[in-house]
């Protein structure tokens, strides 16, 4: 189906020449920020869902949130949830041949706690958090990890060179630093961090809960509904009017992740870590160590 869209529509706009693909909670939308200074974006949204929910719309629905790049901008989209979908991977391959893919990887217990929290607080899950990694009823918590399966298979089908791996230990390390090697790479002109934009990198965190799950999840499905009908405009003033707040917040504040249970999950993710090691070529050490191991770590060596 999408092929023929295609074929009918090249006059209705560009297409995206670069992806973020994620996965979600590695900085993508603090990327989103920066990378609005260089490159045209879709209009309204920061993701548009296109190759993993509203795929069916053909391509003309999605060439439409480009349709008023200037002709001179580089066409790009950041979808953090593409990352570990092999269907996705196909469809990018096949409707644009020669895109660039940028993932952005972040220790993998510190990012399945963090987009944990934002699942619960949109109603859709209520396990346990260990129990949700266990089990693997979401896949962007435990799938998501698999960060040397799934790079090796962007770079089978893109080609390594145009696969760019940057890591969020990098990002808030040295943020200026990182935006110019993730600009360069897509070949767009650097942005200067300042340290307002710097320190803007952990507002993204869900620190709250939801009042009421049922509340949240109606909402979750409503956005969703929103965005398939490219009515974002509608989904920006309900933002405005702080309906989106109103319905994902005013729980109480999440617990820290257990010390137990943080212990756990980095011996379950430690042979997945090492995989990337192997792959990268980096040590990522500190990603196999808990917490307070690591501030001990840290703390004997200044």
């Avoid at 993998?108 to 899950?125: C, F, K, N, Q, T």
């Avoid at 507002?203 to 979750?220: G, H, I, Q, T």
Wanted: hydrophobic letters at 40%; aromatic letters at 12%; a positive charge.
């Amino acid at each position: 189906m999408i092929a023929n869209d295609k074929s009918r529509s090249r006059s209705a706009g560009r297409l995206p020449g670069f992806l973020l693909v994620g996965p979600p909670r590695t900085g993508t939308t603090w990327l989103h920020g920066v990378l609005y200074h260089r490159a045209c974006l879709p209009q309204r949204t920061k993701e548009t869902h296109f190759f993993d929910m509203f795929y069916h719309k053909g391509v003309n629905w999605y060439r439409a949130y480009f349709r008023d790049c200037p002709e001179e901008a580089m066409i790009g989209e950041v979808t953090p949830t593409y990352f570990s979908l092999p269907q996705v991977r196909e469809r990018i391959a096949r409707d644009l041949p020669g895109c660039k893919i940028v993932c952005t990887l972040r220790d993998p217990v510190a990012r399945a706690w963090s987009w944990y929290r934002v699942l619960h607080r949109e109603g859709r899950i209520r396990a346990d958090f260990e129990d949700e990694i266990s089990n693997g009823f979401e896949p962007q918590l435990r799938e998501a990890n698999r960060y040397a399966f799934h790079l090796r298979a962007w770079r089978e089908r893109f080609g390594a060179a145009n696969v760019g791996v940057f890591l969020y230990d990098d990002l808030v390390a040295d943020p200026q630093r990182f935006s110019d090697s993730l600009l360069g790479f897509l070949g767009l002109p650097p942005v200067a961090i300042t340290p307002a934009v710097a320190t803007h990198l952990m507002r993204n965190e869900a620190s709250f809960d939801c009042r009421l799950p049922a509340v949240a999840y109606r909402a979750w499905r409503l956005r969703i509904r929103l965005k398939s009908m490219r009515a974002d405009g509608a989904v920006e003033r309900l933002e405005r009017l702080g309906f989106w707040r109103f319905c994902f917040g005013g729980g109480g504040p999440f617990a820290p992740l257990a010390p137990q249970a943080e212990a756990r999950l980095r011996r379950f993710f430690t042979p997945e870590v090492e995989a990337l090691e192997e792959v990268l070529g980096r040590d990522l050490s500190a990603w196999k160590l808990a917490s307070a191991e690591r501030t001990e770590r840290v703390a004997a060596s200044l």
